[in-house]
T-cell receptor
């Protein structure tokens, strides 16, 4: 089945130690998104890629970076994780225009110790 | 910019009873509207979507939603709730010309025996 896969499901990192979360898709969708979801809150868009075109949300901290080396893969890099960055990170994909909705991965739960 | 309001943070429904989850959106043009469901520790699954045509849309798992432009609403309904429906439900709005979805803060559904 075509899907969005996030690895790992659970990630524990030390305060200030760089961490990378990965997302892959077999849907061949042009657009990939990274959302941050804190407990009992709505998912918040961090950035998205339209093919290789990177689009950062205005309020996304500089501490968060992303890479998309090819259509299938997208990475979220957190350069210096703080305690406030502990959250579920959701990757999603869509066709151009998004009218079919997004397909989400199962998420990566990040814990910062 | 678009926005979504889900006025009910929690709703408890008896198994077998009907369900209606409220969603109000704000957007100046024709929106794309979505309902997603999220089980604990999981990603989001698309239940249904609306972008044009019939204002009553059918989705998976027996859910339906009705778009009412005059009320800026897109309420989710199910005639008979099952215990497995207990989850968090998110309404989302997308603009025709933009890629990104904006999510409401979610409604947590509890199903009592």
């Amino acid at each position: 089945d075509a899907m969005v896969i996030q690895n790992p499901r659970y990630q524990v990192t030390q305060f200030g130690k760089p961490v990378t979360l990965s997302c892959s898709q077999t849907l061949n969708h042009n657009v990939m998104y990274w959302y941050q979801q804190k407990s009992s809150q709505a998912p918040k868009l961090l950035f998205h890629y339209y093919d290789k075109d990177f689009n950062n949300e205005a309020d996304t901290p500089d501490n968060f970076q992303s890479r998309r080396p090819n259509t299938s893969f997208c990475f979220l890099d957190i350069r210096s994780p703080g305690l406030g960055d502990a959250a579920m990170y959701l990757c999603a994909t869509s066709r151009v225009g998004g009218r079919d909705g997004y397909t989400f991965g199962s998420g990566t739960r990040l814990t910062v110790v | 910019a678009q926005s979504v309001t889900q006025p009910d943070i929690h709703i408890t429904v008896s198994e077998g009873a009907s369900l209606e989850l409220r969603c109000n959106y704000s957007y100046g043009a024709t929106p794309y509207l979505f309902w997603y469901v999220q089980s604990p520790g999981q990603g989001l699954q698309l239940l249904l979507k609306y972008f044009s045509g019939d204002t009553l849309v059918q989705g998976i798992k027996g859910f339906e939603a009705e778009f009412k432009r005059s009320q800026s609403s897109f309420n989710l309904r199910k005639p008979s709730v099952h215990w497995s429906d207990a989850a968090e439900y998110f309404c989302a709005v997308g603009a025709v010309s933009f890629q990104k979805l904006v999510f409401g803060t979610g409604t947590r559904l509890l199903v009592s025996p």
